[in-house]
Structures are given as structure tokens and as C-alpha cells.
């Protein structure tokens, strides 16, 4: 049995479905370059199991050792926040098909679901989307956000990361490099550990969020669209 496993955005937020499954397992594996919050260690220690931490390059292009594996025993990957937040963790369920394995789903709490503790509504995003690190010469990102901002939907940018090398896009890039191509002085909402006991959220004007200071990973920006009064009275909480 291959199981997908979402561990959510730190360790407290792994549910009792989750932990049993795990207990259950023979093996145990670890993507380590979505996001932080998941402290493996701690992880292991209270599992009294060893867990195998694996990169981007080997859940993609080698997912058939695991696979294979999991024709014989119980396997699992863990995935920090939720395990379907990615299109590769879809091609591996494809895969199982493909191979006849056998597989069980648990999700976990995600980063996609965790922005409404900005007050902004779920209802109300549009196409998230992600900044990379390397962004010269592109406008994708900019291009999804104003779609989004044509229709009035809030926009949520996913800051690239590389927690092996800790390098991370910071919400000042985020905003010089959206800034740069165009993009009005509105109203923002960047956010440091969304979702953890380390969560800091702070609301402004892009140029004014650009000198506030965001040294807490990982961090996501958010764009609102048209705001409910509801919404815009919770965002002033936030406000910097």
C-alpha cells in the first residue's frame, strides 16, 4: 500500500488519521523542499521511526523506487501542508493505476485554505500563482494577477523556496519585481509562517510593505481584490 500523506504546516497540525497511518508503515519518506514548518526530527523521535528525507529530483524521477516498494509493504510520503497542492503528487496516484498499486489519500491543512486568516474570503481568490526566483523576463505571475484584479478576485502569490540551500523569495522581492512591471501602489497583504505559531500577517500599501521587515519564512503576498466590508474591517487589524 502506497500511501500520500499531508502533513499540514507544522507538527501539531498532523491529524490522528495521519499519525496511525504512519505508525503503520515500514517505510517513511519525506519531500523536504515544499515549505518549512514540519520539524522532521521531533517527527521521527515520536514515531520512533526513521523517515528518509527525499528532494524535488528524486520524488519526480524516481518515484518508481517507491512504488515498488509499496507492492510489498506499506510506504508512505509525507508531504508538508497538503499532499495534493502539487500536480506531481497527482502523477504519482497515476502512476500507482498504472502499476496496480494500491493507495490511500489523507490530506492535510494547506496554505491554499489557511489565507482566510487574513479575513479574505476563499470564495473571493482567483488563480493562485507562483513567483519564482528566477523572474527576468517573466510576466506570468503579473499577467494572472490582473485577470484576477479585471475581475475583482484576490490574488494569492506562492513565494518560490529552497529550504535545502534556505534561500526564499522574500514579500519585498515579491513586490519590487510586481511593482516593477507595472502594477499600481495598492493595497497588500504579506504574510510570514501563515498558519503556524510563528504567523505574522501585516497589511499596507506595496511601496510601505516593501521597508517593513520579513525575516520569517515561508512567506506568501496577497493581492486583494474588491473586498467585502467584512473583510476590509478584519484586514485593518493587520494594518502596519
Known amino acids: 500500500m502506497f500511501y500520500l500523506i499531508g502533513l499540514g504546516l507544522e507538527n501539531d497540525d498532523i491529524t490522528g488519521k495521519a499519525l496511525k497511518a504512519i505508525k503503520e508503515c515500514d517505510s517513511l519518506y519525506f519531500e523536504n523542499y515544499t515549505s518549512v514548518g514540519i520539524d522532521l526530527k521531533k517527527l521521527s523521535d515520536l514515531l520512533d521511526k526513521e523517515i528518509i528525507p527525499v528532494d524535488r529530483e528524486f520524488v519526480e524521477n524516481k518515484s518508481d523506487f517507491i512504488l515498488d516498494e509499496a ?3 506499506d510506504v508512505a510520503l509525507l508531504i508538508q501542508g497538503d499532499c495534493l497542492s502539487a500536480t506531481t503528487h497527482i502523477t504519482l496516484l497515476e502512476e500507482c493505476r498504472e502499476k496496480k498499486v494500491h493507495y490511500k489519500i ?22 493562485t500563482v507562483s513567483i519564482p526566483f528566477k ?5 506570468v505571475p503579473y499577467d494572472v494577477f490582473k485577470i484576477n484584479h479585471k475581475e475583482g478576485m484576490h490574488t494569492l502569490f506562492l513565494l518560490d523556496l529552497n529550504p535545502s540551500e534556505n534561500k526564499f523569495v522574500s514579500v519585498p522581492e515579491a513586490l519590487e519585481y510586481l511593482l516593477s512591471l507595472g502594477m499600481n501602489d495598492l493595497l497588500c497583504v504579506g504574510c510570514m509562517n501563515l498558519g503556524n505559531s510563528k504567523e505574522k500577517i501585516k497589511t499596507g500599501k506595496a511601496k510601505e510593505l516593501m521597508k517593513e521587515k520579513f525575516d520569517e519564512f515561508p512567506q506568501c503576498l496577497i493581492i486583494p481584490g474588491k473586498m467585502h466590508f467584512m473583510e476590509e474591517d478584519y484586514l485593518k487589524k ?3
Request: hydrophobic share 35%; aromatic share 10%.
Open 106 to 127: 489523507i490530506n492535510g491543512i494547506s496554505i491554499l485554505t489557511s489565507v482566510g486568516r487574513t479575513g479574505l474570503s476563499l470564495y473571493n481568490f482567483g488563480k
Open 238 to 240: 493587520f494594518m502596519i
Open 71 to 73: 507492492k510489498r509493504k
Open 135 to 139: 523572474r527576468e523576463n517573466v510576466k
